[in-house]
């Protein structure tokens, strides 16, 4: 678990801001995702994000495509439009 409060504030610590960077590299290097934590992102909306991408991930891999990374920025709009319609 990374505390990324660091990345997010007017840090004049340079060392804190190190640290936490270096444990973001070392994390991906070694195993490949890291947990963040001191990120201001809701409970709610940490919920509400889960439930989407497990819907979303549910979809016939045709509806899916849709949206494939692939398409680029375009695609980030559909897959919000798409979720706006499931609320």
Request: negative net charge.
């Amino acid at each position: 678990m990374i505390n990324i409060a660091p990345l997010l504030q007017d840090v004049t610590n340079a060392n804190e801001l190190q640290s936490t960077v270096e444990a973001m590299a070392v994390a991906c290097r070694q195993v490949g995702f890291f947990y963040i934590s001191h990120h201001g992102v809701s409970l709610d909306l940490q919920n509400r994000l889960e439930e989407a991408s497990r819907t979303f991930f549910a979809l016939p891999m045709a509806e899916k495509m849709d949206v494939a990374m692939s398409q680029g920025g375009s695609a980030w709009r559909k897959l919000a439009i798409w979720y706006l319609k499931l609320a």
